[in-house]
Nanobody
Framework: QVQLVESGGGLVQPGGSLRLSCAAS????????MGWYRRAPGKQRELVAV???????NYADSVKGRFTISRDNANNTVYLQMNVLKPEDTAIYYC????????WGQGTQVTVSS
């Protein structure tokens, strides 16, 4: 059974930082591209960042220079370091694993507010 479990969300003030984690089980983690998506209130889900099995990364323009995606294949975990957070980063953040099949986590809420 495949599980993706996100953690690390919460309430943070503008300009603050959070680090999201996604622990994967039931897949050969190192062979999957891992991504973070988000869904803001009233908006469609959008890609935030992705890291391939080879370690290549790609980011949405809105988070470039502020967010960093990384992976730890030894611990089957992908991270999203979020710095200089803005109110518009408020969303539910979802972890995604993609290869032939695609899997999703349950999401973690990030709220950026003063």
């Amino acid at each position: 059974q495949v599980q993706l479990v996100e953690s690390g969300g919460g309430l943070v003030q503008p300009g603050g930082s959070l680090r999201l984690s996604c622990a994967a089980s039931g897949i050969i983690f190192s062979s999957y591209a891992m991504g973070w998506y988000r869904r803001a209130p009233g908006k469609q889900r959008e890609l935030v960042a992705v890291i391939t099995s080879g370690g290549y990364t790609n980011y949405a323009d809105s988070v470039k220079g502020r967010f960093t995606i990384s992976r730890d294949n030894a611990n089957n975990t992908v991270y999203l370091q979020m710095n200089v957070l803005k109110p518009e980063d408020t969303a539910i953040y979802y972890c995604n694993a993609r290869q032939v099949a695609t899997y999703w986590g349950q999401g973690t809420q990030v709220t950026v507010s003063s």
